[in-house]
């Protein structure tokens, strides 16, 4: 299984920038794949999930609002639209699947102890 993360860069504060990421050697259905960061000194968190069939997705707290997530089945692949990015979005933008999906209530679990596989990130830098 390979994620391959893209379309990271410097983005201005207040810009816009879209995520992708690509999932190849994984054809099963029945899985949740997410978004993650890591900016620098901090720990790891998470942005948001989407289901395998792209019809649910869940965010983490105040994700929601400026980032979207989406998928598209037929080029296995998923984006992560980013809107008014400010300096504190800066960070290593990493997508990962778990292999199974299972709800709370109904939005698909998003935790990042459930990833079973991790892309190497892309690098996203706001300027302020």
């Known amino acids: 299984v390979q994620l391959q993360a893209s379309g990271g860069g410097l983005a201005q504060a207040g810009g816009s920038l879209r995520l992708y990421c690509v999932i190849s050697?994984?054809?099963?259905?029945?899985?949740?794949i997410g978004w993650f960061r890591r900016a620098p000194g901090k720990e790891r968190e998470g942005i948001g999930c989407i289901s395998s069939d792209g019809d649910y997705t869940s965010y983490i707290d105040d994700m929601k609002g400026r980032f979207s997530i989406s998928k598209d089945n037929a080029n296995y692949t998923m984006y992560l639209q980013m809107a008014d990015l400010e300096p504190d979005d800066t960070a290593v933008y990493y997508c990962?699947?778990?292999?199974?999906?299972?709800?709370?209530?109904?939005?698909?679990?998003?935790?990042?102890?459930?990833?079973?596989?991790w892309g190497k990130g892309t690098q996203v830098t706001v300027s302020s």
């Open positions: 990962a699947i778990d292999r199974t999906l299972e709800f709370r209530g109904y939005t698909p679990q998003c935790d990042d102890g459930r990833m079973d596989y």
């Open positions: 050697g994984f054809d099963k259905g029945g899985y949740t």
